[in-house]
């Protein structure tokens, strides 16, 4: 099927710290998933709760839920909503956050599998 990858803006802006970069669309992920190595680039950022998250490989790990956020996908409007901070290994090509599908769906944004990129959408589902 192929990699779909997005650019994205998350904005802390009570303490005025921005990180951008690109991240993986995962249409199976609900948030938007970071390294918790990113967190400190944020400045200081309301911690939430904890949750625990299931993997695609079935393990589970926890996850800090923290914001409110701006977070702006590129070719969309902003939204507020909320990151998830996890421990992640890097690769080769270093971190690979993870843009989930709630993002998507605040933003008015569909994923076009056969184009590989997200598109906008004309209406917001409420069925």
């Not at 390294?35 to 950022?45: Q, V």
């Not at 977070?71 to 989930?100: C, H, N, Q, R």
């Amino acid at each position: 099927m192929g990699r779909i990858l997005a650019n994205l803006t998350v904005d802390n802006i009570i303490h005025k710290k921005v990180i951008h970069f690109t991240g993986l669309i995962d249409s199976g992920a609900s948030h938007v998933v970071l390294p918790s190595a990113w967190r400190d680039k944020l400045g200081e950022i309301e911690e939430i709760r904890r949750v625990p998250l299931s993997l695609a490989n079935q393990q589970t790990i926890m996850g800090l839920v923290c914001g409110p956020v701006k977070l702006t996908l590129e070719g969309f409007p902003p939204v507020f909503s909320e990151v998830i901070f996890v421990d992640m290994e890097k690769d080769a090509g270093g971190y690979e956050p993870i843009i989930g599908y709630i993002l998507l769906e605040q933003c008015q944004a569909a994923i076009d599998f056969l184009g590989h990129r997200v598109v906008p959408v004309k209406r917001l589902d409420l069925k």
